[in-house]
DNA sequence: TCAATTTGACCCCT
DNA sequence: AGGGGTCAAATTGA
């Protein structure tokens, strides 16, 4: 616990450090390169203690951890059913509180696939959700019948904007695919935020921008347990994801990962395209406890704000 | 043929 | 009572 204050403490001093270094690098004759290190290192810092905050429950606890899925097996339908024999198998209904995971994917050019996260997905079924434009999407790690993988995940398109989707998260991947994430998780650029619609067959495995929202407050370890959140972005290069922090106040700016999507199952989200849909307010309640730092789990991208907007440059 | 998706129905919870 | 989550048969696709 101790150590990860420090490291939390460390992490955000060296990030408020390495930003002040970046305001003496603004100048046009500083080297871009040096920039984009520095930026890289004020990424890296945030990242890590947010990581920090939430891998430890402890830390920043809100939400029950603990969920359905994870804490008992399913239970049978009362017998009187007309379910017949038929397992009506219900977990227990799920409740917002539960998801240890918000993802919000940013692109366009992702339409196909808005968010590989390294996992293999089974789809299980999809609702219209009320108030929602389109329908939320359910998904089951892939490996459950298999390995007993309980992950589940959510995942809907924003009605303000389309080319946001949402992605919740929920239980623990007990299977052995956490690899595939770490290792597919990169970067993406700027402009796979922007509407691409076009070119997205193609390169959305590679243009795929995801904004992680830990809104869940469990643990993200729960989905990215070895996830070292990338910070070399472009878009965050091209942003002014610094300038935000220092503007906005990092507790209000976000917490963002982009990464792209990894080869695991490129084709698993088509639907997901189509069918998804976004509760808007779904995002909003994170109960984060009395922590100052609370808010850093609603951090997040708006997607109306334009990282090339000067303005946040001002 | 098998795996993944679709879709309607069912059940739980608020 | 209705919304949301899940099941599983039917369908689709590789």
Same mark, same amino acid.
């Given at each position: 616990?101790?150590?990860?204050?420090?490291?939390?403490?460390?992490?955000?001093?060296?990030?408020?450090?390495?930003?002040?270094?970046?305001?003496?690098?603004?100048?046009?004759?500083?080297?871009?390169?040096?920039?984009?290190?520095?930026?890289?290192?004020?990424?890296?810092?945030?990242?890590?203690?947010?990581?920090?905050?939430?891998?430890?429950?402890?830390?920043?606890?809100?939400?029950?951890?603990?969920?359905?899925?994870?804490?008992?097996?399913?239970?049978?339908?009362?017998?009187?059913? =007309?379910?017949? &024999?038929?397992?009506?198998?219900?977990?227990?209904?799920?409740?917002?509180?539960?998801?240890? @995971? +918000? #993802? $919000?994917?940013?692109?366009?050019?992702?339409?196909?696939?808005?968010?590989?996260?390294?996992?293999?997905?089974?789809?299980?079924?999809?609702?219209?959700?009320?108030?929602?434009?389109?329908?939320?999407?359910?998904?089951?790690?892939?490996?459950?019948?298999?390995?007993?993988?309980?992950?589940?995940?959510?995942?809907?398109?924003?009605?303000?904007?389309?080319?946001?989707?949402?992605?919740?998260?929920?239980?623990?991947?007990?299977?052995?695919?956490?690899?595939?994430?770490?290792?597919?998780?990169?970067?993406?650029?700027?402009?796979?935020?922007?509407?691409?619609?076009?070119?997205?067959?193609?390169?959305?495995?590679?243009?795929?921008?995801?904004?992680?929202?830990? =809104?869940?407050? &469990?643990?993200?370890?729960?989905?990215?347990?070895?996830?070292?959140?990338?910070?070399?972005? @472009? +878009? #965050? $290069?091209?942003?002014?994801?610094?300038?935000?922090?220092?503007?906005?106040?990092?507790?209000?700016?976000?917490?963002?990962?982009?990464?792209?999507?990894?080869?695991?199952?490129?084709?698993?989200?088509?639907?997901?395209?189509?069918?998804?849909?976004?509760?808007?307010?779904?995002?909003?309640?994170?109960?984060?406890?009395?922590?100052?730092?609370?808010?850093?789990?609603?951090?997040?991208?708006?997607?109306?704000?334009?990282?090339?907007?000067?303005?946040?440059?001002?």
């Amino acid at each position: 616990m101790d150590w990860e204050l420090n490291t939390l403490l460390n992490e955000l001093t060296q990030g408020r450090d390495v930003t002040n270094q970046l305001l003496n690098h603004l100048h046009p004759s500083s080297s871009p390169q040096t920039r984009q290190l520095l930026l890289d290192k004020i990424l890296r810092s945030y990242e890590k203690a947010l990581s920090i905050l939430n891998w430890n429950g402890s830390v920043v606890e809100a939400k029950p951890a603990v969920t359905a899925f994870e804490s008992s097996p399913c239970d049978i339908s009362s017998p009187g059913s =007309e379910v017949s &024999d038929k397992k009506r198998v219900f977990k227990k209904r799920k409740t917002s509180s539960g998801w240890t @995971e +918000q #993802v $919000r994917v940013f692109s366009g050019a992702s339409l196909d696939n808005p968010l590989d996260d390294g996992y293999c997905w089974r789809k299980y079924g999809q609702k219209a959700i009320l108030g929602s434009n389109f329908p939320r999407g359910y998904y089951r790690c892939t490996h459950r019948p298999s390995q007993g993988c309980l992950a589940t995940k959510q995942v809907q398109r924003s009605d303000n904007d389309p080319t946001i989707f949402e992605v919740k998260y929920r239980g623990r991947h007990t299977c052995n695919q956490a690899s595939h994430f770490a290792a597919t998780f990169i970067p993406v650029s700027a402009e796979s935020k922007e509407k691409g619609n076009d070119s997205r067959k193609r390169q959305h495995l590679l243009e795929s921008g995801l904004e992680v929202k830990t =809104e869940g407050l &469990d643990n993200r370890q729960d989905i990215f347990p070895w996830f070292p959140f990338p910070v070399e972005s @472009e +878009q #965050v $290069r091209n942003s002014s994801f610094v300038e935000a922090i220092m503007e906005n106040n990092i507790m209000e700016t976000s917490e963002s990962n982009y990464f792209s999507m990894s080869p695991c199952h490129m084709g698993s989200f088509e639907s997901d395209l189509t069918d998804i849909n976004s509760d808007p307010t779904s995002v909003t309640n994170s109960p984060i406890g009395d922590l100052d730092i609370s808010s850093l789990d609603k951090l997040e991208f708006d997607p109306s704000l334009s990282f090339d907007n000067p303005e946040f440059f001002t």
